[in-house]
């Protein structure tokens, strides 16, 4: 049973425009979320972080936005080649609790 | 600061045999999480632990899957009789006491052949 789904495997978007991901979830006892980005062969790094009390969250080019139902979305902008990567989000029930993870969405961002 | 830490990164065995995986957590992290990705999927919990004890183990498989964290020394998962199946990566992730997130090691691709 997949509680966090990433519908979208991938996503193409230009240098400097903006890519938005998105994460849909069913548990309505999730309070705090989390995005990472993994590049091949290497482990999740942690990119920014929201709580199901906020609507936002910022940290430089990233954002992750928890306006709407069961849903987020992380904006990168401007998007840069080196962001290309398989972005996860991820989703936990109170605190010391595991992490339920999507799928992930593949991006390239295209120079 | 060093962060998480596993060994082996990479590891092959033959079926039947015995698989060892090292994590040790960042510096001052007495939480650690094992997740296991298979093939064209995402992360899935397999085990959380605290020193010298088991809080989650929800998402182990009930035979052959073992993990401990000792009171010295880093955690280990641990697979008897491997069989082709169990081919995946394993992440280790830590947090420290108060806080929800979990900074990811660099992973063990492990090979059954």
Known sequence: DQQVKQNSPSLSVQEGRISILNCDYTNSMFDYFLWYKKYPAEGPTFLISISSIKDKNEDGRFTVLNKSAKHLSLHIVPSQPGDSAVYFCAASVGTGNQFYFGTGTSLTVIP | ??????????????????ARLRCSPMKGHSHVYWYRQLPEEGLKFMVYLQKENIIDESGMPKERFSAEFPKEGPSILRIQQVVRGDSAAYFCASSSSGTRTQYFGPGTRLTVL
């Not at chain 2, 830490?5 to 065995?13: D, E, F, G, K, T």
């Open chain 2, 1 to 18: 600061n060093a962060g998480v830490m596993q060994n082996p990164r990479h590891l092959v065995r033959r079926r039947g045999q015995e």
